[in-house]
């Protein structure tokens, strides 16, 4: 099958400033998000992955320094002005950020604030703005709309602040919506109802493609079409979703997988290394159980085996 490529991240660095050192948060990240696909973007905790996402939107803090390129709509959005950034972010890619609760102005009111990037970045006129607002409150379950339009932040439950969010996010019919970690203090039997909001989405926005930030493996493999995964910094397999789940290549896949619940939680030894100064050779052969003399020395290199992107000595 002959796939479209919306964005592409071609070689991306990020390293951040911290004064008396610096962190790699991420270190050569090449990949592709599809038209129309849900890809997965998943990883420990400190791996980079929010600082990827952000990365793409160029949401970083002034000390991050971003080496690389991010094609999207035939510009490099690295290189793109703070002004196209901000019509890129109102109109063409959303971001859900990891923490809803403190992502919605607490001082104005919920309608308002779903409503302003379509008065920004759309040719809707007040009437049409007004009815679209009500129909996402509705669409995205926040009863009853009307009401709930006229309310505050604070008057919301964490749950309806990040639809809320979202609402705004898919507000002026986005290519791509960047969810970092939407399950994110979530209970496990509301996660079913995260999932299926999602799936309602796409039936929505039909050609809309979302990357999921997400350490949540269930919830990533009920919703993803592929799974990119990230290691201290890097992206070691890019997979469909269905062989990462039935066999996954790279071992610290086969290590994420085994920690499941499901499949007998088994802890993958060791620590995440320091990004700050992480293992020569491969980052992953301190805790990898087919470590080989190579893997402590030398890089390994990208294969496609299968259609299946990995970065490991194994299938080099
Ligand atoms: N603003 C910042 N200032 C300093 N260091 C940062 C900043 N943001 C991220 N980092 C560092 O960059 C690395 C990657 O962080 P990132 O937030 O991308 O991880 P993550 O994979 O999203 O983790 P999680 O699953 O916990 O959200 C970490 O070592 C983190 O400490
Ligand atoms: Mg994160």
């Known amino acids: 099958m002959e796939f479209k490529s919306l964005l592409t991240i071609k070689n991306l660095h990020v390293s951040i400033d911290l004064g008396h050192t610096v962190v790699k948060a991420v270190d050569g990240a090449n990949i592709d998000i599809r038209e129309n696909e849900i890809l997965g973007l998943i990883g420990e905790s400190g791996s980079g992955k929010s600082v990827l996402g952000l ?34 972010r109102g109109k063409e890619i959303a971001w859900i950020p990891q923490d809803p609760a403190t992502s919605l102005n607490p001082v104005l009111k919920v309608g308002f604030q779903i409503s302003e ?18 129909s996402l409150l509705d669409f995205f379950d926040i009863q009853p709309p009307e009401r709930r339009a006229e309310e505050y932040p604070y008057q919301y439950s964490g749950g309806m602040r990040q639809r809320a969010l979202i609402a705004m996010g898919t507000s002026t019919n986005p290519k791509l919506l960047i969810a970092d970690e939407p399950t994110k203090g979530v209970d ?3 996660k079913a109802q995260v999932a299926a909001m999602f799936r309602r989405i796409k039936r929505e926005n039909p050609g809309l493609s979302i990357l999921l930030i997400t350490h949540d493996l269930r919830f990533a493999q009920a919703l993803c079409d592929r799974i990119a995964v990230m ?5 070691i397999e890019v997979t469909p979703a269905q062989t990462f789940f039935e066999a996954p290549l790279h071992p610290y896949s086969e290590a994420l997988l085994e920690a499941l619940p499901s499949r007998g939680l088994k802890q993958i030894p060791g620590d995440m290394p320091s990004m700050i100064t992480p293992p020569g050779g491969c980052r992953f052969h301190p805790r990898c159980r087919y470590a080989r003399p190579e893997c402590r020395h030398y890089e390994p290199p990208f294969s496609v085996i299968d259609g299946t992107l990995v970065r490991c000595w194994r299938y080099a």
């Open 55 to 88: 990365a793409i939107l160029k949401l970083l803090p002034p000390n991050a320094t971003v080496d690389g390129e991010v094609w999207f709509d035939g510009a490099n959005l690295v290189e793109s002005s703070e002004e196209e950034m901000r019509r890129i």
């Open 117 to 134: 990037p379509m008065v920004l970045h759309t040719t809707l006129d007040k009437e049409q703005v007004r009815q679209k607002t009500i």
């Open 231 to 235: 290691y201290c910094a890097q992206i």
């Open 188 to 190: 496990t039997p509301r």
